[in-house]
Protein backbone atom coordinates (compact mmCIF):
# COMPACT_ATOMS: atom_id res chain seq x y z
CA UNK A 1 0.00 0.00 0.00
CA UNK A 2 1.26 3.12 -1.25
CA UNK A 3 0.82 5.95 1.89
CA UNK A 4 0.47 9.79 1.38
CA UNK A 5 0.36 11.46 4.59
CA UNK A 6 -0.25 15.58 4.62
CA UNK A 7 0.39 17.95 8.28
CA UNK A 8 -1.24 19.26 9.01
CA UNK A 9 -4.62 17.73 8.52
CA UNK A 10 -6.45 20.88 9.37
CA UNK A 11 -5.43 24.32 9.99
CA UNK A 12 -6.79 27.71 10.27
CA UNK A 13 -4.99 31.07 9.78
CA UNK A 14 -5.48 34.99 8.90
CA UNK A 15 -5.46 36.72 6.16
CA UNK A 16 -2.26 37.82 4.86
CA UNK A 17 -0.63 34.96 7.11
CA UNK A 18 2.10 31.86 5.08
CA UNK A 19 1.43 28.73 5.21
CA UNK A 20 3.33 25.04 4.78
CA UNK A 21 1.49 21.68 3.82
CA UNK A 22 3.91 18.76 4.18
CA UNK A 23 3.42 15.64 1.68
CA UNK A 24 5.37 12.76 2.86
CA UNK A 25 6.15 9.20 2.09
CA UNK A 26 8.14 6.29 2.03
CA UNK A 27 7.07 5.39 -1.30
CA UNK A 28 9.44 6.89 -4.68
CA UNK A 29 6.86 8.34 -7.22
CA UNK A 30 7.53 9.13 -10.41
CA UNK A 31 5.68 12.25 -10.24
CA UNK A 32 3.38 14.01 -7.79
CA UNK A 33 0.28 15.93 -7.82
CA UNK A 34 -1.29 18.61 -5.99
CA UNK A 35 -5.07 19.33 -6.13
CA UNK A 36 -7.14 21.14 -4.28
CA UNK A 37 -11.06 20.73 -3.64
CA UNK A 38 -13.84 23.30 -2.89
CA UNK A 39 -16.98 21.85 -1.24
CA UNK A 40 -19.27 20.09 -3.89
CA UNK A 41 -16.67 19.93 -6.32
CA UNK A 42 -14.45 17.57 -7.37
CA UNK A 43 -10.39 17.93 -7.16
CA UNK A 44 -8.70 20.33 -9.52
CA UNK A 45 -5.13 19.86 -10.54
CA UNK A 46 -2.85 22.79 -9.31
CA UNK A 47 0.57 21.35 -10.46
CA UNK A 48 2.80 18.03 -11.37
CA UNK A 49 5.71 17.63 -9.93
CA UNK A 50 7.97 15.32 -11.41
CA UNK A 51 12.10 15.87 -11.30
CA UNK A 52 13.65 15.07 -7.78
CA UNK A 53 14.24 18.79 -6.27
CA UNK A 54 12.23 20.51 -8.48
CA UNK A 55 10.10 23.87 -7.68
CA UNK A 56 7.04 25.25 -9.22
CA UNK A 57 5.70 28.42 -8.66
CA UNK A 58 1.98 29.13 -9.41
CA UNK A 59 1.31 32.83 -8.01
CA UNK A 60 1.33 32.63 -4.37
CA UNK A 61 1.81 28.72 -4.24
CA UNK A 62 5.36 27.41 -4.23
CA UNK A 63 5.53 23.88 -4.76
CA UNK A 64 8.62 21.70 -4.36
CA UNK A 65 9.23 17.89 -4.90
CA UNK A 66 11.70 16.03 -2.36
CA UNK A 67 15.08 15.37 -4.31
CA UNK A 68 14.22 11.60 -3.28
CA UNK A 69 10.66 11.84 -4.86
CA UNK A 70 8.98 10.74 -1.61
CA UNK A 71 7.66 13.61 -0.48
CA UNK A 72 6.94 17.35 -1.11
CA UNK A 73 5.97 20.90 -0.05
CA UNK A 74 3.15 23.24 -0.90
CA UNK A 75 3.83 27.05 0.21
CA UNK A 76 1.39 29.84 0.34
CA UNK A 77 2.14 33.31 0.97
CA UNK A 78 -0.08 36.02 2.10
CA UNK A 79 -3.02 33.62 2.09
CA UNK A 80 -6.44 34.74 0.91
CA UNK A 81 -10.03 33.95 1.89
CA UNK A 82 -9.77 32.40 -1.74
CA UNK A 83 -7.40 29.90 -0.92
CA UNK A 84 -9.67 27.88 1.33
CA UNK A 85 -10.71 24.57 0.28
CA UNK A 86 -9.31 20.50 0.91
CA UNK A 87 -5.47 20.42 -0.71
CA UNK A 88 -4.53 16.93 -1.69
CA UNK A 89 -1.17 15.40 -3.01
CA UNK A 90 -1.08 12.69 -5.42
CA UNK A 91 1.92 10.31 -5.74
CA UNK A 92 2.19 8.79 -9.04
CA UNK A 93 3.07 5.13 -9.36
CA UNK A 94 3.57 3.03 -12.19
CA UNK A 95 1.54 3.08 -15.17
CA UNK A 96 -2.17 3.98 -14.02
CA UNK A 97 -1.95 4.26 -9.98
CA UNK A 98 -2.41 7.45 -8.38
CA UNK A 99 -2.22 7.21 -4.50
CA UNK A 100 -4.37 10.12 -2.92
CA UNK A 101 -2.90 11.65 0.33
CA UNK A 102 -5.02 12.07 3.29
CA UNK A 103 -5.88 15.99 2.55
CA UNK A 104 -5.26 19.09 4.70
CA UNK A 105 -7.96 21.20 5.26
CA UNK A 106 -7.12 24.86 4.93
CA UNK A 107 -8.97 27.78 6.07
CA UNK A 108 -8.42 31.42 5.73
CA UNK A 109 -9.95 33.77 8.18
CA UNK A 110 -10.62 37.59 6.76
CA UNK B 1 -19.93 18.80 -22.69
CA UNK B 2 -16.73 20.73 -21.51
CA UNK B 3 -16.29 18.64 -18.29
CA UNK B 4 -16.82 15.48 -16.66
CA UNK B 5 -20.62 15.27 -15.47
CA UNK B 6 -21.92 12.82 -13.23
CA UNK B 7 -25.28 11.77 -12.29
CA UNK B 8 -27.15 11.48 -10.11
CA UNK B 9 -25.55 14.31 -7.97
CA UNK B 10 -27.19 13.17 -4.97
CA UNK B 11 -28.45 9.39 -4.39
CA UNK B 12 -30.22 8.43 -0.95
CA UNK B 13 -31.33 4.77 -1.13
CA UNK B 14 -31.64 1.92 1.73
CA UNK B 15 -29.49 -0.63 3.03
CA UNK B 16 -30.17 -3.63 -0.27
CA UNK B 17 -31.42 -1.41 -2.40
CA UNK B 18 -28.85 -1.66 -5.59
CA UNK B 19 -27.30 1.80 -6.82
CA UNK B 20 -26.13 2.53 -10.00
CA UNK B 21 -23.86 5.67 -10.28
CA UNK B 22 -23.06 7.27 -13.88
CA UNK B 23 -19.76 9.00 -15.35
CA UNK B 24 -19.83 11.00 -18.47
CA UNK B 25 -16.08 11.60 -19.57
CA UNK B 26 -14.65 14.34 -21.57
CA UNK B 27 -14.59 13.83 -25.14
CA UNK B 28 -11.96 12.14 -26.69
CA UNK B 29 -10.27 10.61 -22.93
CA UNK B 30 -9.40 7.08 -23.22
CA UNK B 31 -9.06 6.68 -19.57
CA UNK B 32 -11.45 6.74 -17.07
CA UNK B 33 -11.13 6.21 -12.90
CA UNK B 34 -13.64 5.86 -10.29
CA UNK B 35 -12.57 7.09 -6.58
CA UNK B 36 -14.54 7.14 -3.27
CA UNK B 37 -14.05 9.73 -0.80
CA UNK B 38 -15.36 9.69 2.84
CA UNK B 39 -16.13 12.95 4.41
CA UNK B 40 -13.70 15.52 4.08
CA UNK B 41 -11.07 12.75 3.37
CA UNK B 42 -8.34 11.84 0.75
CA UNK B 43 -9.57 10.12 -2.48
CA UNK B 44 -9.47 5.97 -2.43
CA UNK B 45 -9.15 4.61 -6.18
CA UNK B 46 -11.74 2.15 -6.99
CA UNK B 47 -11.18 0.97 -10.49
CA UNK B 48 -10.06 2.53 -14.04
CA UNK B 49 -10.78 1.98 -17.76
CA UNK B 50 -8.74 2.27 -20.69
CA UNK B 51 -11.00 2.52 -23.35
CA UNK B 52 -13.73 -0.49 -22.41
CA UNK B 53 -11.27 -2.61 -20.76
CA UNK B 54 -10.44 -2.51 -16.85
CA UNK B 55 -6.89 -3.78 -16.36
CA UNK B 56 -6.74 -2.89 -12.48
CA UNK B 57 -9.89 -3.76 -10.53
CA UNK B 58 -8.01 -4.21 -7.34
CA UNK B 59 -9.04 -1.31 -5.29
CA UNK B 60 -13.03 -2.60 -5.40
CA UNK B 61 -14.03 -2.84 -2.17
CA UNK B 62 -15.74 -6.07 -2.67
CA UNK B 63 -17.74 -8.21 -4.95
CA UNK B 64 -20.79 -5.57 -4.47
CA UNK B 65 -18.75 -3.35 -6.59
CA UNK B 66 -18.73 -3.62 -10.22
CA UNK B 67 -17.90 -1.26 -13.17
CA UNK B 68 -18.36 -1.13 -16.66
CA UNK B 69 -17.39 1.21 -19.82
CA UNK B 70 -19.46 1.35 -23.16
CA UNK B 71 -18.21 2.86 -26.29
CA UNK B 72 -15.09 3.93 -24.61
CA UNK B 73 -16.99 6.91 -23.39
CA UNK B 74 -19.79 6.22 -20.48
CA UNK B 75 -19.17 4.55 -17.22
CA UNK B 76 -21.84 2.80 -14.56
CA UNK B 77 -20.56 1.94 -11.23
CA UNK B 78 -22.82 -0.82 -10.04
CA UNK B 79 -23.34 -1.11 -5.88
CA UNK B 80 -25.37 -3.81 -5.05
CA UNK B 81 -27.08 -4.13 -1.76
CA UNK B 82 -25.58 -1.53 -0.52
CA UNK B 83 -24.42 -1.11 3.04
CA UNK B 84 -24.21 1.96 5.60
CA UNK B 85 -20.70 2.23 4.88
CA UNK B 86 -21.12 2.69 0.81
CA UNK B 87 -21.60 6.24 1.76
CA UNK B 88 -19.40 8.66 0.24
CA UNK B 89 -18.79 10.73 -2.11
CA UNK B 90 -18.37 8.58 -5.54
CA UNK B 91 -15.77 10.24 -8.31
CA UNK B 92 -15.08 10.09 -11.71
CA UNK B 93 -12.22 11.62 -13.81
CA UNK B 94 -10.79 11.28 -17.31
CA UNK B 95 -7.51 11.87 -18.99
CA UNK B 96 -6.48 12.14 -22.18
CA UNK B 97 -4.78 8.82 -21.67
CA UNK B 98 -3.34 6.79 -18.85
CA UNK B 99 -0.44 8.23 -16.33
CA UNK B 100 2.46 5.86 -18.04
CA UNK B 101 1.67 7.43 -21.18
CA UNK B 102 1.95 11.36 -20.56
CA UNK B 103 -1.05 12.38 -20.24
CA UNK B 104 -1.24 12.71 -16.90
CA UNK B 105 -4.11 15.26 -15.57
CA UNK B 106 -6.61 13.68 -14.11
CA UNK B 107 -10.13 15.88 -14.70
CA UNK B 108 -12.50 15.40 -12.52
CA UNK B 109 -16.49 15.85 -11.93
CA UNK B 110 -18.75 17.35 -9.24
CA UNK B 111 -19.05 13.28 -7.74
CA UNK B 112 -22.07 11.85 -6.96
CA UNK B 113 -23.06 11.76 -3.01
CA UNK B 114 -24.41 8.33 -2.33
CA UNK B 115 -25.91 8.26 1.35
CA UNK B 116 -27.27 4.43 2.55
CA UNK B 117 -29.52 4.88 5.35
Known amino acids: TQLLEQSPQFLSIQEGENLTVYCNSSSVFSSLQWYRQEPGEGPVLLVT?????EVKKLKRLTFQFGDARKDSSLHITAAQPGDTGLYLCAGAYGANNLFFGTGTRLTVIP | GAGVSQSPSNKVTEKGKDVELRCDPISGHTALYWYRQSLGQGLEFLIY????????KSGLPSDRFSAERTGGSVSTLTIQRTQQEDSAVYLC???????????????FGPGTRLLVL
Open chain 1, 49 to 53: VVTGG
Open chain 2, 49 to 56: FQGNSAPD
Open chain 2, 93 to 107: ASSLQTLGQGGETQY
